[in-house]
C-alpha cells in the first residue's frame, strides 16, 4: 500500500511516560472536550481529533495496566 500512513502505532506513537491513573483520566477528558468541538465537515479537523483520541485513549490505557500491576 503506497502512501499508507497508520492512524496510530503504538511502538512508534507511545507515550514516552506512563502518567498516573487520576492524571490519564483527567488528561483523556480534557481532550474529548477539546476535540468534541472539531468541525464534523472539516477533514483536516477531523484526522487531528481522531490522533489526539487515540493516542490519549493509548496513554490512558497504558495507565490502567500500570495502575493494575501495582
Do not use: C, W
Not at 34 to 57: S, T
Request: proline letters at 4%.
Amino acid at each position: 500500500m503506497s502512501g499508507y500512513t497508520p492512524l496510530f502505532e503504538p511502538e512508534k506513537d507511545g507515550p514516552v511516560y506512563v502518567r498516573d491513573l487520576a492524571s490519564a483520566r483527567e488528561r483523556a477528558r480534557a481532550v474529548l472536550a477539546e476535540k468534541g468541538q472539531a468541525n464534523l465537515h472539516d477533514q483536516d479537523e477531523m484526522i487531528r481529533a481522531a490522533y489526539g483520541l487515540a493516542h490519549v485513549l493509548a496513554g490512558l490505557l497504558d495507565a490502567l495496566d500500570a495502575d493494575r500491576a501495582r
